[in-house]
């Protein structure tokens, strides 16, 4: 059974740093379609980074530049790396694996950008 458990979220002041986690169990993420997502309230579900099996990396416009995606293939985690942040960047955040047909979701994480 694939599960992805998402971590890192939090409060942090406007240009501050965060690192999310994505530990992988069920599969291997060196070897699947990996992303990033996520949701304000009142909006819907956007694409922010994702990475394939060959470590080409695609970003959001809004956060080129500032959010770094990138695996560790020995701890099977994803994590999303995001500076200067920003407070239209609050939302929860969802690891995503594509596995074969299948999309697979993290639980989320809540990222709050506020001073």
């Known amino acids: 059974q694939v599960q992805l458990v998402e971590s890192g979220g939090g409060l942090v002041q406007p240009g501050g740093s965060l690192r999310l986690s994505c530990a992988a169990s069920?599969?291997?993420?060196?070897?699947?379609?990996m992303g990033w997502y996520r949701q304000a309230p009142g909006k819907q579900r956007e694409l922010v980074a994702t990475?394939?099996?060959?470590?080409?990396?695609n970003y959001l416009d809004s956060v080129k530049g500032r959010f770094t995606i990138y695996r560790d293939n020995a701890k099977n985690t994803v994590y999303l790396r995001m500076n200067s942040l920003k407070p239209e960047d609050t939302a929860v955040y969802y690891c995503?694996?594509?596995?074969?047909?299948?999309?697979?979701w993290g639980q989320g994480t809540l990222v709050t950008v506020s001073s």
């Open positions: 995503n694996a594509a596995v074969g047909l299948r999309q697979v």
């Open positions: 069920g599969i291997i993420v060196r070897l699947n379609p």
């Open positions: 990475i394939t099996s060959d470590g080409s990396t």
